[in-house]
C-alpha cells in the first residue's frame, strides 16, 4: 500500500518522530504499528484534514507548497500520537486519558479543526485555492418556498431611523 496522492505526509516522517517504534528508523510488518497501518492513518487523517479544509471553502487537495508542508505536520503528528497510543504511550495513554475516556479521534479532529480555522486566511494568502468564504456576505431570499415574494424583516426607518446625509 502506499499513501493517497491527496494525502499529506509520509511514514518516513511519522517513522521519524515516533523512532522507538520504528526499527531501523522505518515501518514495516514486524513493527508496532505496521507500515500498513501507518499508511492507513496517514491517508485517513488527511481525510479529516481535507473534509475540514472543504468546509471552509479551500479546493482540494491542497497544492501549494508551503501550506502542504504545514498540513503534512500536522498530518505526521497525529499519526506519531496514534503511533504511541498503539503502544500504550503518550499523551492518550495517560492515567487521566483513560479514566475520563477522552476520544483520539474526537481530539484530534477537535485539534485540526481549530489550527484550520485560525489559519485559513494564512492558507489562503499563502496562495492556497478558496472559493468565497461562507459568512462574508449577506445572504438574503427574495422568494420563498411557495414562489411568493418575500417582505424584508427591516427595513431603513422601519424603527423611526432618520439617516443623516454627512457629504452635504
Not at 35 to 45: A, C, F, G, S, T
Not at 122 to 127: K, P
Request: charged residues 25%; aromatic residues 8%; contains cysteine.
Amino acid at each position: 500500500m502506499t499513501v493517497s496522492a491527496r494525502s499529506y505526509g509520509t511514514a518516513a516522517q511519522v517513522a521519524a518522530m515516533t523512532p522507538r517504534y520504528a526499527l531501523s528508523g522505518a515501518f514495516h510488518v514486524a513493527t508496532r504499528p505496521t507500515l500498513e497501518q501507518v499508511e492507513i492513518w496517514i491517508d485517513q487523517v488527511s481525510a479529516v484534514v481535507n473534509t475540514l479544509l472543504a468546509e471552509a471553502g479551500f479546493t482540494i487537495p491542497i497544492t501549494q507548497a508551503d501550506a502542504v508542508l504545514m498540513l503534512a505536520g500536522i498530518v505526521v503528528s497525529a499519526c506519531a500520537d496514534k503511533a504511541e497510543y498503539a503502544n500504550r504511550a503518550g499523551r492518550f495513554w495517560t492515567e487521566q486519558a483513560v479514566d475520563r475516556g477522552i476520544s483520539i479521534e474526537k481530539t484530534l479532529r477537535n485539534e485540526i479543526s481549530d489550527w484550520i480555522n485560525t489559519h485559513a486566511k494564512g492558507l489562503e494568502n499563502l496562495g492556497a485555492a478558496r472559493a468565497q468564504e461562507s459568512g462574508s456576505e449577506i445572504f438574503f431570499r427574495e422568494t420563498d418556498n411557495a414562489g411568493e415574494t418575500v417582505v424584508p424583516l427591516f427595513e431603513r426607518k422601519a424603527f423611526g431611523d432618520r439617516t443623516q446625509e454627512w457629504d452635504e
